[in-house]
């Protein structure tokens, strides 16, 4: 395995966040599944970086992505922020990694609570994390964030999540997250219920604040393409193991794990000039190889 | 909020809420009605007014053998209905919603330890149970004839709310306060509980309606508390007169109808409590 | 990109093309609406107008996001109604194999439960999470044969054969569902799909919740049943790729309408429709060079309110004024207009657009000037 990107530059300055390790097991005895198995990520203080992290539907990466956010502690191995076990942290340690550390989610629906005005989310968190003062800085920050990810703010505010799109509410999620301004954000399938149409919006905010506000990405996906688009690090993941790691770029073009090889042999592409190409003995071998059983 | 949402959304829940306002209005109410209906006469007064007189305007629901307005019975009766369901009903979902929300949402051994409690209330045979405690304890009142019969519904309500309170739990909004740095304590109070309204409505009006049912029962098979005057006393005195076989078929037919419509109320009241707020019934409407 | 091997021609990769010559319409659908009155008064039209052919031996794409009304579309093709208050008009015409043209909009239940599965046969969307878990796959193909009227042993006898047509083992006939995996439960719908030789298969999402190698593999399978059965296959996917991969037409639907259709390779290579050209640049490739992309601004608009005239105008990069209060048309444009050259004026063939870009898809009515052309578009010809 190649570690080319994902380790820090200089070893004495301790990273901002970083998996050693780390194995989550659900279940017990003969019913266990090994969610992950010895994952290891480390996100540098600096510069700002972009790592997706690939796979299928249980392969682990959002696991890997609960225990970055101190949402799911592993039962081996470490989850640290800034040289800390994130689960060991007291109540100001927690909030300061909060602050540091936070996520957009996949469902755009499920996120926010249908009891609740959109506003709320923007409290929450500036009272939580103590950001603005007085009302009227407050209103103004949160049209600030709105309009730092293309939003209106009267389009937003004062209404109902059920009354906004998805495409909407998964930019009032990033707008959140530009308020907290965190050193990394970890976004869990972020695209993948959002319309084709709204998706590269999406992506070029992500981009935009690595860009502009140095905050680091987490991009986990299912999607090669959209980790290609993003471009930077990339883990691909199966069965909870990290089979492969390195430069998108160098990854897409060399990929050394057969099951690499197999998800860019299967993905189908939107060009129908570039049909699926390999003939199905090619494909059989390389599903062989990969593991996967053949359907 | 919710209520006037629910109100706007169903038919049902309107239904309900009027129907039972206004058994809510009759049994606050009675003694004024009793008044306006017969004016200064005692309604218990044996022999106040000619014995088994079919309905009439003066008599709506006609009078029993003892001479005495079947109305004015029936109003003085409501009361303690209601305030046997009100009770008991209340008693059991305020019990049940904290086991509930306890066991639900811290999980791991104080789950196992308050569930295997429930389950061990939910199997005893409930009805032998309170015909004992009905034949040895004759002197109750009404509320504590309620709170025996809280005792017993509880758990149901444990149940159902600890359910949905785990599937709550693990609501994406609620890993959202998670990493807003929201506390426990902060996360039940303003993401679980107002998403539990409904449930904890339909758990009140199903085991208010078991109570008051079950009073009936009480008082038919005749372990009721003696001193208590209820629908389910009417009832019984209905049965034992044979008001059937008399003919005098609105004897019969007062509290019944009462007690369904009791029943009715808080049927359709959760009924359509559920129907706006349970997500697999929400595209049938 | 080494892993896709770009071809002259369509139809030399793996999964080909089929053969436009053979087409023949097997379902044509003619200005369907699907309304739906709210208490309120208000209508959602969420299908509304639509046209649309689909021809034997083919597959064809219907594409759209979210709210563009596809399972609509398809719910009333199967004369499925999870809503009472549904309104249909518009025709559905279907060519049985016994009794000629029937139109779907209109006969009863009792003959469109006959038409499923032997004429028509669906799968719905999640479907492979609907097997029974407590009966053997081998008994859930029979049944669905045997309620046609097949004698029982002879729709069991032809359970092996189902299961190798769709890529399956005889054995796995008798596995239960919760012994198969995600692909293997499709291929099985697939089979109880085909066990009554359908001319038309409809397809909602086949592959959404597959693993993209698995997703690949039952693509395949479905093309290789076009060519086999020569059956029609009608496959709905919100996947702009997966449309490119595997259909010979895509139909691209919005806000209730089909507003291009045309062969796949032409519509994805050479999009005419605005939203079309939106929906493809913003789809990321691994075989195309990183370059930012725009997406299309906006969201998709309710069925309760569409915007007036062309639908899409409000979103349209390209819009006119006349996008603003004229619907346009499903036409099929010129071809010199599209190619820029002028000369014997040409339809494309088999290419529809519902777009003010293309003067035929102006209602003659709004035309400004005598010519049939409306005079803002001239600028639109490229």
Redesign the interface.
């Given at each position: 395995m190649t570690d080319a990107k994902t380790t820090p530059p200089s070893t004495n300055a301790t990273p901002i966040l970083e998996l050693r390790d780390a194995t989550t097991v659900f279940g017990h005895g003969a019913d266990a599944t090994v969610a992950n198995d010895r994952v290891s990520l480390v996100i540098p203080e600096s510069p700002p970086s972009l790592v997706s992290i690939v796979g299928?539907?249980g392969s682990g990466k959002t696991t890997a992505a609960r225990t970055l956010?101190?949402?799911q502690q592993p039962t081996g191995g470490q989850a640290l922020w800034r040289g800390q076990d994130i689960y060991k942290l007291d109540g100001k340690g927690?909030?300061a990694f909060?602050r540091d550390v936070?996520?957009v989610?996949?469902?755009p629906y499920?996120?926010?609570?249908?009891?609740y005005k959109v506003d709320r989310?923007f409290d929450?968190?500036m009272k939580?994390?103590g950001i603005g003062s007085g009302k009227a800085d407050r209103r103004e920050l949160i049209e600030e964030a709105l309009r730092a990810v293309s939003l209106r703010p009267h389009d937003v505010l004062g209404r109902y999540p059920h009354q906004l799109?998805?495409?909407?509410r998964q930019r009032v999620m990033l707008a959140r997250a530009w308020m907290i301004k965190p050193r990394v954000i970890i976004a869990d399938e972020a695209i993948s219920m959002l319309?084709?149409?709204?998706?590269?919006?999406v992506?070029?905010i992500l981009l935009d604040f690595r860009e502009q506000l140095g905050i680091s990405t987490i991009f986990i996906t299912?999607?090669?393409?959209?980790a290609?688009?993003l471009?930077g690090d990339m883990l691909v993941m199966r069965r909870g193991k990290v089979v492969e790691r390195g430069e998108v770029d160098q990854i897409?073009?060399r990929p050394t794990h057969a099951y690499t090889r197999?998800?860019?042999?299967?993905?189908?592409?939107?060009?129908?000039?570039?049909?699926?190409?390999?003939?199905?003995d090619d494909?059989a071998r390389l599903?062989q190889d990969a593991g996967?059983?053949?359907? | 909020m919710a209520f006037i949402n629910t109100w706007r959304q169903s038919g049902q829940f309107r239904f309900g809420v009027i129907v039972l306002s206004l058994l809510i209005l009759m049994g606050v109410f009675h003694q004024l009605l009793i008044r306006l209906h017969i004016g200064d006469t005692d309604p218990r007064q044996i022999g106040a007014f000619g014995i088994l007189e079919s309905p009439s305007w003066a008599h709506p629901f006609g009078t029993d053998p003892y001479g005495r307005d079947w109305l004015a019975m029936n109003l003085l009766g409501l009361p303690s209905s209601l305030l046997v369901a009100g009770i008991a009903g209340l008693i059991s979902t305020v019990i049940g919603a904290v086991v509930g929300f306890v066991s639900g949402y811290k999980g791991g051994k104080t789950d196992a330890s308050l569930r295997t409690m429930t389950d061990m209330l939910l199997v005893i045979p409930t009805l032998p149970l309170i015909l004992t405690l009905g034949a040895y304890a004759r002197g109750l009142s009404v509320l504590e004839l309620a709170l025996v019969l809280a005792a017993f519904s509880w758990p149901f309500a444990a149940r159902v709310i600890r359910s949905q309170v785990l599937s709550l739990r693990e609501r994406p909004y609620v890993e959202l306060s998670k990493i807003s740095d929201l506390k426990d304590r902060q996360i039940i109070f303003q993401d679980i509980l107002p998403n539990m309204m409904p449930y904890l409505g339909i758990g009140l009006a199903t085991s208010s309606v078991g109570a008051a049912f079950a009073l009936v029962g009480l008082t038919i098979i005749g372990l009721a508390p003696s001193g208590v005057l209820d629908l389910g006393t009417l009832l019984s005195l209905a049965l034992e007169w044979g008001a059937l076989s008399l003919q005098q078929w609105t004897l019969f037919f007062a509290p019944m109808t009462l007690l369904i419509l009791l029943f009715l109320g808080a049927a359709f009241i959760s009924q359509g409590l559920e129907q706006v707020y349970n997500p697999r019934l929400r595209g049938q409407q | 990109m080494a892993t896709h091997t770009p071809t002259e021609a369509t139809g030399s990769g793996v999964i080909p093309v089929s053969d436009p010559a053979r087409r023949e319409p097997v379902l044509t659908i003619e200005d369907l609406d699907v309304h739906f009155p709210a208490n309120d008064g208000s209508v959602a039209r969420v299908v509304d107008r639509l046209r649309l052919t689909v021809n034997r031996n083919e597959i064809i794409g219907i594409a759209g996001e979210s709210g563009s009304g596809k399972t609509t579309l398809v719910e009333a093709i199967l004369g499925i109604s999870r809503f009472p208050n549904r309104r249909l008009n518009g025709r559905v015409l279907f060519e049985t194999r016994t009794r000629g043209q029937v139109d779907l909009a209109t006969i009863s239940a009792r003959q469109m439960r006959r038409l499923r599965l032997e004429e028509i046969a669906y799968i719905p969307q999640g479907s492979m999470n609907s097997l029974n878990p407590v009966l053997r796959v081998g008994d859930q193909i029979a049944d669905g044969m045997i309620d046609h009227g097949v004698p029982a042993g002879q729709a069991r006898g032809r359970v092996p054969e189902l299961l190798e047509r769709v890529g399956l083992e005889a054995r796995v006939a008798r596995l239960f569902p919760h012994e198969l995996s995600g692909g293997m439960k499709q291929r099985v719908i697939i089979a109880i799909a085909i066990a009554m030789s359908p001319s038309l298969i409809v397809a909602d999402e086949p592959t959404t919740a597959l693993d993209v190698n698995v997703q690949r593999r039952i693509l395949e399978t479905l093309a290789r049943l076009r060519d086999e059965m020569q059956v029609a296959i009608m496959l709905v996917s919100h996947d702009m790729a997966v449309h490119a991969q595997l259909v010979d037409r895509v139909g691209i639907m919005y806000a209730g309408q089909i507003v291009e259709t045309g062969e796949v390779r032409e519509a994805v290579k050479r999009p005419m429709h605005p939203y079309t050209a939106g929906l493809m640049q913003a789809i990321p490739s691994i075989d195309r060079p990183r370059a930012r992309m725009e997406g299309i601004r906006g969201a998709t608009p309710s069925p309760r309110n569409w915007p007036e005239g062309c639908r899409f105008h409000d979103r349209c990069p390209r819009a006119m004024p006349v996008c603003r209060t004229i619907p346009p048309l499903l036409a099929e444009p010129v071809a010199g207009r599209r190619e820029g050259v002028t000369g014997p004026v040409d339809v494309i063939a088999g290419r529809q657009v519902a777009c003010h870009l293309y003067p035929e898809s102006t209602p003659p009515e709004a035309r400004s000037d005598g010519s049939g052309r409306p005079a803002a578009t001239t600028e639109a010809a490229r």
């Open positions: 299928e539907s956010l101190g949402l927690r909030t909060r936070q996520a989610f996949q469902d499920g996120i926010f609570n249908p009891f989310v929450i968190i939580r994390f799109s998805g495409g909407e319309d084709v149409a709204v998706r590269a919006i992506m070029n299912h999607d090669l393409s959209a290609h688009y471009g897409l073009q197999l998800l860019l042999e299967s993905i189908p592409s939107p060009d129908p000039d570039s049909r699926w190409a390999t003939s199905a494909l599903e996967v059983a053949a359907t | - | -």
